[in-house]
């Protein structure tokens, strides 16, 4: 059986993201997002929120860092990766993080359910049903017989 690491995620930026450049000069940028639950904890009246720790690269890190900043929807999807390292004090220290493969613009806050200021909503114009008239009032051709059709 093939293996499979794919996480797709929805949720709201935790703070600014971190727009770094390796020695190499390549753009990772670190980010988290809060991620609500699907369930929520009923005795404590307040939804559960996982925080998750997403790393992106090159042009993907440029634009996060651009476009995104604390509170703004986001979608991402990755792979989940863990690394271990040992710090300056000679802990060894370990990180789940997403790396992120795919980001793009989740929901406007207003249609999250927010507030929407004032003056800036769309409502498109309501149609018609449409209308068939009769043969002679429209703009089609009509074909008499398929012994002149070019095909």
Known sequence: MADLNKVILMGHMTADPELKQTT??????????GVN??????????QSVDFINIVSWRQQAEFVSRYF???SSIIVCGSLQTRNWTDNQGQKRY???VVADEVSFGAPAAAQGGDKPAGQSYTPQAYGAPSFGNAAESNFEEIPGD???PF
């Open 95 to 97: 990180v789940t993080e």
């Open 24 to 33: 190499s000069g390549i753009s990772v940028c670190s980010f988290s997002i």
């Open 37 to 46: 639950r699907r369930y929520s904890k009923a005795d404590q009246g307040q």
């Open 147 to 149: 012994e002149s059709l």
């Open 69 to 71: 900043k604390k509170g």
